[in-house]
């Protein structure tokens, strides 16, 4: 038995020696062809085996590979080239760069598109962009990347950013279409920045139609994390640590300068208040020493964020792999409990079964948790007093902590509440669940020409929210006194779409044809259950809030179904690979209206002038594309029909003449039926674009340039209807946006030293073009409200322009408008636009739109070796924003204000000619909806500075490689908007609409290090 293990393990090792004999190691540097360069992380693969290495960050490599291999060297944005190795060697491999950035493959609605060949403006962002940033939604990294995208953020954690692509041309959805992984979305916030692999922007009507009436606002079309084919096992860890802290903070009037306004109205209520809190909390007399900053109290000056994910990929002949998990945690600013952390798992494998047949699945579990502040706490902390403490333990009533009262000197209104008890006494908790699997299956019906795919997609999401008010009591205006409260909501969506393409593509001599015919089914529901009561002599934790211990229970039980069938067709045709032609038809049905199906036609045409003859001999442009595109839309987020019946009845409806009491001795009353009702159907975008995509100076310089028009043509508004009905929603509006967009981008390298500049801008005019007969129509809130009508922007702020203010009694004598209204010295002066000596409706003029006219980025990236700096910036102009914080004085004239306003009031003639004086601001006149109230909301910011240095752990051509970062995201702002941030989108709090700053929780900068370890 010994003997007959000797003798196996004297075979085995000579089988081994053979083996070893037959292996040669091999050696080597991948380099840029033209510039030299070494390129890290080339896949140096053994054609039609999983075996690979990556090269290091200095291009080398070391594999050991049986004799006569052929060895396969490939990067994305080069050609890929092979080699056969017939004995131990170093090998010096050169891989040319593609021979223009245009054979880049795009991500198109239901297949893929080499650039060059694409006929409509369609962005591509690629994964590095949006890893640059620190951001909890992967929009947000999006911000200023992009021309024609406005990308608007709101500070709390975990909310979702407003998104814009081309305007608005639609009063009820602004948003795009997302498509993850073909599965539809009305935003992405449930993904990492780290599982997105591609990402396409399809922002004009001839690009977007393969998705019919989902498309209006555009389409972002987003690809998960997927393997490659023969790239060897590589696994990525990448993630920050940090800190954010408040940005750009407001700075409020202080004790003092809030006491001498309040004094200088002149009123003895108000110099009670001063005097009182001299009493009470310190001072003497009119100089009390309390100056509360009420924002300091609400804000963190460091909140802690940190983003880790680790993701393993590879690929062989046959099949690819990827899997990874991510968490994001992000604390908020607001000095309460709300945070918001997310955990992601997402893997993909596709197979390729046969020749013949493909398989694949993707799937990605998101789990978040958020806790929402009251961010109404904001608006108390710029209107309450500072002349009051945070906490007074002279307040005994105060339970169950002794917060202070503005009551204690003297305040009646509960608008100034204590803001730092709004935001305590407040809980607010949502779980987030979402499941996305999709599985495909692919049949090449004739090798590749003919090529059938179905897949089905699907998007599980649980939100359950708990919300709790405690029992508290802070004073008579600012209490819930007896009994907790406590609302429990379940939410349950339940989507999924089911597409079957089949894709022919074929050549005939310099013609290239591709034809696609699909059929798409989807279902969308959404479920939802709510119950509420009160909570009474039981702990207040959130593992006591249970609706079974609740009294005086009530529920709500609610719900939609909907369903669509589709039927969409593409035609992509070129000849000679020089002239393009697109077509595409898409017809949508749907159970939502009476009109049951909709049609969605678009066409485009592109050129590439560079291959003709006659630009042969120049040396300005190396490729050079004319292209110009028409399509429609449509929009189905509006709803499905509006209206309304009453029956009213009385003496005044009888249908005798004269009724009367002396009509067989009584009245004879009438009965009138009033019916409104009105059929919707969806919204139609109707778009033509032309533009320009060239590479200039050996591709150097890259850009494009575009104009653009789309005009929504049955936009759903609200309308009067006759006989003093209400307002009735009907398709009665044309709406256009129109612009040009540019973006140019310029990459070289000198030796070890490389640099890059880019930028875009876009300009945008918004029109109301028709409202079917209205001459206008109001929105917004009613005291200060927007405008809608033909020749302006949609929904524009509306007042008086305010032209200075009355200096002395003599210009207000010699003003009829000022002597009519009782006006002093000090109140604000206002257009007679009609000259008529009067000052009323008809004198209030448009006072600028929440839509900024022109958006703009810019970014400046340099390296030397192994050593980067990135800096990019970002910003707008041409929007306005009512300054809601201000305006509040309307209705509460004893609350404080930004440092800017409390200290800049006129105080006597030529002190200034913008503010009004102490006692003016607690006049109806100086408060009205006016130009002092709308503000320019332009402004600069630097987005993101970034220092990064990349090095190997370890000496090994196979030790992992490292890159560290440092990174500053929004640190430095510039704006003359005299509030917190100048980003400010739709006013959720009131559904005003957009551009009113109220509630607004403050925008922060952000400061990390980072870290990638790749092996």
């Not at 991510?326 to 000095?335: A, E, P, R, S, V």
Request: glycine fraction near 10%; aromatic fraction near 12%; proline fraction near 4%.
């Amino acid at each position: 038995m010994r003997k007959k293990v000797w003798y196996m393990l004297l075979l085995l090792s000579f089988v081994s020696l053979q083996l070893a004999a037959q292996s040669v190691r091999v050696t080597g540097t991948v380099r840029d062809a033209e510039n030299n360069s070494t390129l890290p992380g080339v896949s140096v693969m053994v054609k039609g085996s999983s075996q690979g290495v990556p090269t290091d960050l200095n291009g080398r490599f070391e594999i050991s590979v049986p004799k006569g291999s052929m060895l396969q060297f490939s990067y994305i944005g080069y050609v890929r080239q092979e080699h056969i190795v017939n004995a131990g060697e170093t090998l010096n491999i050169n891989l040319q760069p593609e021979t223009t950035k245009m054979n880049e493959v795009v991500v198109i609605g239901y297949g893929t598109s080499k650039a060059k060949d694409l006929t409509a403006p369609i962005a591509v962002v690629k994964p590095e962009t949006l890893l640059q940033r620190t951001t909890a939604s992967p929009m947000d990294a999006l911000q200023g990347s992009v021309a024609g995208v406005q990308v608007t953020t709101n500070g709390a954690p975990g909310s979702s950013p407003s998104v814009r692509i081309r305007g608005v041309g639609s009063l009820n959805n602004e948003g795009p279409l997302y498509v993850v992984d073909g599965m539809f979305f009305n935003n992405i916030d449930f993904l990492n920045s780290s599982d997105i692999q591609s990402m396409s922007i399809l922002k004009d009507a001839s690009a977007a139609a393969i998705y019919g009436v989902r498309a209006a606002n555009g389409v972002v079309i987003i690809t998960t994390k997927s393997g490659v084919p023969d790239m060897p096992t590589k696994i990525t860890y990448s993630g920050y640590a940090g800190f954010q802290t408040p940005s750009n903070m407001l700075k409020m009037a202080n004790g003092a300068e809030y006491a001498t306004m309040e004094l200088a109205k002149g009123f003895t209520s108000d110099a009670a208040h001063v005097t009182l809190s001299s009493q009470k909390f310190g001072g003497s007399g009119n100089n009390p020493t309390t100056s509360t900053d009420w924002y300091g109290q609400l804000l963190r000056t460091s909140a802690f964020t940190q983003n880790h994910a680790i993701n393993i990929s590879g690929g062989g002949e046959k099949t690819t792999y990827s899997a990874g998990i991510n968490y994001l945690y992000q604390d908020g600013i607001m000095n309460t409990k709300n945070y918001y952390d997310r955990l992601n798992i997402n893997a993909q494998t596709d197979y390729q079964a046969f020749p013949w047949l493909k398989i694949g699945y993707n799937v990605v579990v998101s789990n978040a948790t958020l806790f929402s502040p009251n961010q109404a706490a904001f608006a108390y902390a710029y209107a309450a007093s500072p002349l009051y403490p945070v906490y007074d333990p002279n307040n005994t009533l105060a339970t169950p902590i002794d917060y202070a009262s503005s009551t204690s000197i003297g305040y009646g209104n509960g608008e100034y509440s204590n803001p730092v008890a709004a935001a305590h006494y407040y809980y607010n908790k949502t779980n987030l669940l979402q499941v996305l699997p999709t599985v495909f299956a692919q049949f090449n019906l004739w090798g590749d020409k003919l090529v059938f795919k179905t897949q089905y997609s699907q998007s599980l999401a649980l939100n359950r929210n708990v919300t709790e008010i405690p029992q508290y009591y802070v004073d008579a205006y600012q209490l819930n006194p007896t009994v907790a409260q406590l609302t429990k909501e379940q939410d349950f969506y339940s989507n999924y779409i089911l597409d079957n393409t089949l894709t022919y593509k074929d050549q005939y001599g310099k013609n290239h044809l591709s034809v696609l015919l699909g059929n798409s089914v989807r279902s969308e529901s959404w479920q939802k259950l709510q119950g509420s009561g009160t909570l009474m002599g039981i702990p207040n934790m959130p593992e006591y809030f249970y609706l079974s211990s609740a009294g005086g229970l009530s529920t709500t039980d609610d719900g939609t179904q909907y369903n669509g069938l589709s039927f969409f067709t593409r035609a992509a045709y070129d000849y000679a690979s020089r002239y393009l032609l697109t077509v595409t038809m898409r017809a949508d049905g749907s159970s939502k209206y009476q009109q049951k199906w909709g049609y969605f036609p678009s066409i485009g045409a592109g050129w590439i002038m560079s291959d003709e003859n006659f630009m042969k001999h120049q040396h300005l442009f190396d490729y050079l594309k004319a292209r110009v595109s028409w399509g429609q839309l449509g929009n189905d987020a509006v709803p499905a029909s509006n209206g309304f019946a009453t029956i009213q009845s009385g003496n005044s409806y009888s249908g005798i003449f004269g009724s009367s009491a002396s009509t067989n001795g009584s009245y004879v009353p009438g009965y009138v039926n009033t019916n409104f009702f009105s059929w919707l159907k969806w919204e139609v975008v109707n778009e033509w674009d032309g533009g320009l995509d060239f590479s200039m100076l050996k591709q150097r310089l890259n850009g494009t340039v575009d104009y653009y028009n789309r005009v929504t043509n049955n936009a759903v508004i609200y309308a009067p209807q006759p006989m003093g009905a209400p307002t009735l929603l009907g398709n009665f509006g044309e709406i256009s946006n129109s612009g040009f967009e540019f973006s140019l981008n310029w990459k070289d390298k000198i030796g070890d030293f490389g640099y890059s500049i880019g930028a875009n801008l876009s300009t945008l005019k918004n029109n109301v073009k028709n409202l079917h007969g209205l001459a206008y129509m109001m929105g917004g809130k009613a005291e200060f409200p927007t405008i809608s009508e033909p020749g302006a922007p949609l929904n524009s702020f509306y007042g008086y322009k305010v032209v200075g203010v009355y200096q002395n009694a003599a210009q207000v004598a010699a003003d009829p408008i000022a002597v009519a209204n009782g006006l002093q010295p000090g109140d604000f002066k206002y257009a007679d636009v009609n000259k008529d000596g009067i000052l009323d409706s008809k004198d209030r003029v448009l006072l600028g739109s929440y839509l900024p006219t022109v958006t703009y980025g810019m970014n400046v990236g340099v390296s030397y070796k192994h050593l980067e700096l990135n800096v990019m910036l970002q910003g707008q102009a041409g929007n306005k924003i009512l300054n809601m914080n201000r305006a509040n004085r309307l209705w509460y004239s004893d609350m404080n204000g930004d440092a800017k306003f409390v200290t800049h009031l006129w105080t006597g003639e030529g002190s200034t000619n913008s503010y009004p004086s102490a006692l003016g601001t607690t006049k109806g006149w100086n408060n009205m909806a006016s130009s002092f109230f709308v503000e320019s909301g332009a402004y600069l910011r630097v987005q993101t500075i970034q220092l990064a240095y990349s090095f190997k752990l370890g000496n090994s051509m196979k030790a992992p490689s490292m890159r560290v970062s440092f990174t500053a995201d929004r640190p430095i702002i510039f704006t003359k908007y005299s509030g917190f941030t100048p980003e400010i989108g739709y006013s959720q709090a009131y559904n005003w609409g957009s551009g009113y700053d109220t509630q607004t929780y403050p925008t922060a900068s952000t400061y990390t290090i980072g870290w990638t370890i790749t092996y």
